[in-house]
């Protein structure tokens, strides 16, 4: 997928024009560490059947992919957030989150080096 398919390129840019490269690495490398840290979490809610942790850990990774500029994992969790479907399918909305963040991650990184 492409950059501009995964990355809210004016929003980034936007940054860039107001924040150093340095603060916007920062701010990535703090959203990798967080959004592990809420997949875990996810993963976790879907371990004990538990929707209102699963829409809480979604609802927060939702607000920090969004100020990250990650397009694909804003939307997916705008669609899974308030989902009460059963386990098996939670687990299949889980490792398509985490694939679009992984790609997102790797296609912020690249933007990030050719700045």
Do not use: P
Request: proline share 0%.
């Amino acid at each position: 997928m492409g950059t501009s398919q995964q990355l809210d390129l004016t929003l980034i840019n936007g940054y860039l024009q107001a924040l150093s490269l340095d603060v916007i690495k920062q701010m990535m490398d703090l959203y990798v560490q967080q959004s592990k840290v809420y997949l875990t979490e996810i993963s976790r809610a879907i371990h004990f059947n538990d929707d209102k942790a699963w829409q809480e850990q979604c609802h927060k990774m939702k607000g920090s992919a969004a100020s990250a500029g990650l397009i694909q994992v804003y939307a997916k969790l705008v669609v899974i957030e308030k989902s009460t479907d059963d386990v098996a399918v939670k687990q299949g909305y889980l490792h398509e989150l985490t694939m679009l963040n992984t790609e997102a991650i790797d296609a912020l990184q690249h933007w990030l080096a050719t700045q």
